[in-house]
C-alpha cells in the first residue's frame, strides 16, 4: 500500500512530452482547469474521464450559481455542486468555488428585496454556500463577485448596483472572509483581458479595495475570445499589472470561439489563441493558472449564446483532440521544441495604397503543419547580404510604415511558427514611395482593434511615428468614425470630436519624438449593437 501510495504522491521530475495536461501545469507550478456540467459528469463516461485525466482543477459551470444553491430564500441545495466536488475530491483536484454575487442566474426573489433585506440575503447567502466548503480541503478559492462593471469600465447597472450601491462589492468581500478565512478571494470579468477601459476599471477598483483594506486576492479574466475579434495581445502586461497590485490573477473562463463553419484555418488561428494565453499565464509569476470553460464542443455554451459561432473548445463534439489541444499541451509542456517542420510560403504580396512613407501589402496566408501552429507573418526588404525587417503581422496584410519617400522597395514575405520555424521567401513586390512633403517633417498613425463586442470596441495602440528627419514636439492624428458610433473614453492622448470626425492630440508627456520614434494612445467607442464597423484611416500631422 505504502509503495503505491509514494509513487502516486511523488511529483513526477520530468513531465513526459505525451503526458496529460496536468502533468505538465503542475511541472510548472500552475494549474490547467475546466468548467463541469452536471448533467454530463453524471452520464458520460469520456466526459468523466478526460475531465479527470487532463485537468487538475474544476470550477462548477452552474451548479454554485444562486439559482442553484439557493433557488428560495433560505433553502439551501447542494446536491449539483456537492456531485462537482466529489468528483474534484476523487481525481485529486482543486475546486475554484463560482459564484457568489452576480447579476444573472440569480432568483427574481432576491432582485425584488429592498436595500436592507438584500444586503442581508447577500451576506447570508454568502455565509451559507462558502461556509458549507470552508472546511473542505478541495475547495480553495472564490469568484466573489462577477461582472460589476459594463463594457466603458462603469459600475454595470445591476439589480445589486442599482438597490445598494458600489459598497456591495467591499460587504461580500469581507462576508467571505469571514466565512473562511483561508480561500482566495476573486473578483472576475469579461473583456478584461487587454488593457483597455474596462480592466483599467478593474485595475482602480482593486487597488483601491486594497488600500481599504477590502479583502480582495485575486482577479479573473474570464477569456471568452472569438477568433474574429483579434487576440488581446497585452494580455500578459496587463497580468503584469494587476500582479505588480499584490494580487494574483487567472485565467477562470478561457474558450475560443470561431465563426462557423468550422475548417483547417480557422483551428489553427484558435490554436495560436490557446497558445497565447497559456503562455501569458507562464510568464507572469503571479498568474495561477488556466481554466477552460468546458472542455468539449459537445456540452460549449458557445453555440447558445453567440448566434453563428461555435467550435471554441479544445476536443470536439466526439471527444477528438483539436489543435488547440496540442497547442496548450506544448506551451505547458514547455515550448515546441518538438516542431522542426516551417510554414508553406507565403503568396506573392499584392501592393495596395502607397504614400511617401507607407505601402499596404496583401499575401495569401501560409498554413503550418509542425504542430506548433502559424503565428504570423515577417516582411523584409530586398538588399542583399543583409536584409531589412520592416515589419511584422499576425494575419496575411500589413500596412507598413516609417518607409522613406520616392524610394524603390523590392519586399518579400516569410511565414513564422509558434516554434519560431521561418518559411521560405515569398516572391518579391516592388513599389515606389511617393514624393515626401519635403522638409525632413511627417509622421503616420495607424490603428490596432485591440477587442470588440456587438455594441463597441477598443483601438489599442494607435501607434504614431516620426517618419522624419527631425524631432517633433507635438502631434495631431485624425480619424473618422462611421455613423452612429461614439467616443466613450481614451488614454495617452486628448480627443475631441466634432461631428464623426475625431482629432486626438498628444498628452504632456508624449508629444517630443525623435526621428523614427514612435508612441501610442488608445480610445474605446460604443457603435449600435450588431454594426461591426471600425474606423478604417487614421492620419497624422
Ligand atoms: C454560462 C454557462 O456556461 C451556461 O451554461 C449558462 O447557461 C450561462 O452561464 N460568464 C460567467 C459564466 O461568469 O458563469 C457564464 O457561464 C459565462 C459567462
Request: glycine share 10%.
Amino acid at each position: 500500500m505504502l509503495g503505491i501510495f509514494a509513487a502516486f504522491l511523488l511529483p513526477t521530475t520530468s513531465a513526459q512530452a505525451s503526458a496529460p495536461l496536468r502533468t505538465h501545469a503542475a511541472a510548472k507550478g500552475k494549474f490547467i482547469g475546466t468548467a463541469l456540467a452536471t448533467g454530463p459528469l453524471g452520464s458520460e463516461t469520456s466526459y468523466r474521464t478526460i475531465a479527470g485525466t487532463e485537468f487538475n482543477q474544476i470550477t462548477a459551470e452552474n451548479a454554485m450559481k444562486w439559482e442553484s444553491t439557493e433557488p428560495s430564500q433560505g433553502q439551501f441545495t447542494f446536491s449539483g455542486a456537492d456531485q462537482i466536488v466529489a468528483f474534484a475530491t476523487q481525481n485529486n483536484q482543486q475546486v475554484h468555488g463560482h459564484t457568489l454575487v452576480w447579476h444573472q442566474q440569480t432568483p427574481g426573489w432576491v432582485q425584488g428585496l429592498g436595500a436592507s433585506a438584500m444586503r442581508s440575503a447577500m451576506q447570508n447567502h454568502i455565509a451559507q454556500v462558502v461556509g458549507h466548503y470552508a472546511d473542505n480541503p478541495a475547495v480553495v478559492s472564490w469568484d466573489v463577485v462577477n461582472e460589476v462593471f459594463d463594457e466603458n469600465g462603469g459600475w454595470r447597472s445591476s439589480f445589486w448596483y442599482n438597490t445598494l450601491g458600489q459598497s456591495f462589492v467591499a460587504d461580500a468581500f469581507r462576508a467571505a472572509r469571514a466565512a473562511d478565512p483561508d480561500a482566495r478571494l476573486c473578483i472576475n470579468d469579461y473583456n478584461v483581458e487587454g488593457i483597455n477601459a474596462k480592466s483599467t476599471a478593474m485595475y482602480n477598483l482593486v487597488s483601491s479595495l486594497r488600500q481599504q483594506g477590502v479583502p480582495v486576492d485575486c482577479v479573473g479574466l474570464q477569456s471568452h475570445l472569438s477568433i474574429q475579434y483579434g487576440f488581446p495581445s497585452d494580455m500578459q502586461r496587463n497580468m503584469e499589472r494587476f500582479a505588480a497590485l499584490g494580487v494574483q490573477v487567472r485565467v477562470t473562463e478561457l474558450d475560443v470561439r470561431m465563426p462557423t463553419p468550422r475548417d483547417s484555418s480557422k483551428d489553427t488561428t484558435q490554436a495560436t489563441y490557446y497558445r497565447n494565453v497559456v503562455n501569458a499565464c507562464l510568464a507572469v509569476t503571479a498568474c495561477a493558472g488556466v481554466t477552460i470553460w468546458g472542455f468539449t464542443d459537445k456540452h460549449s455554451w458557445v453555440p447558445d449564446t453567440f448566434p453563428n459561432e461555435g467550435f471554441a473548445l479544445p476536443w470536439d463534439a466526439n471527444y477528438q483532440q483539436k489543435p488547440a489541444y496540442t497547442a496548450v499541451h506544448d506551451a505547458l509542456a514547455g515550448g515546441t521544441s518538438g516542431d522542426t517542420t516551417p510554414p508553406s510560403t507565403p503568396g506573392t504580396p499584392t501592393v495596395g495604397t502607397v504614400t511617401s512613407n507607407s505601402a499596404a501589402l496583401t499575401w495569401s496566408a501560409s498554413t503550418d503543419t509542425g504542430g506548433s501552429g502559424l503565428a504570423g507573418y515577417n516582411v523584409y526588404r530586398e538588399q542583399g547580404a543583409t536584409d531589412t525587417l520592416l515589419g511584422q503581422s499576425s494575419t496575411a496584410s500589413i500596412t507598413l510604415t516609417g518607409l522613406s519617400p520616392s524610394t524603390q522597395y523590392q519586399v518579400y514575405v516569410r511565414a513564422r511558427d509558434g516554434a519560431g520555424n521561418l518559411s521560405g521567401n515569398s516572391a518579391l513586390a516592388t513599389f515606389t514611395t511617393q514624393d515626401g512633403p519635403g522638409g525632413g517633417g511627417g509622421c503616420t498613425a495607424t490603428g490596432t482593434v485591440q477587442t470588440q463586442w456587438s455594441g463597441g470596441y477598443v483601438v489599442q495602440p494607435v501607434t504614431v511615428t516620426n517618419t522624419g528627419t527631425s524631432a517633433i514636439t507635438g502631434w495631431t492624428v485624425t480619424f473618422t468614425l462611421p455613423a452612429g458610433h461614439t467616443l466613450v473614453g481614451s488614454w495617452n492622448a486628448t480627443l475631441t470630436v466634432s461631428g464623426q470626425t475625431v482629432t486626438a492630440k498628444n498628452a504632456a508627456y508624449n508629444g517630443n519624438l525623435a526621428p523614427n520614434a514612435g508612441t501610442s494612445f488608445g480610445f474605446q467607442v460604443s457603435r449600435p449593437s450588431g454594426n461591426t464597423q471600425t474606423p478604417s484611416a487614421y492620419t497624422c500631422a
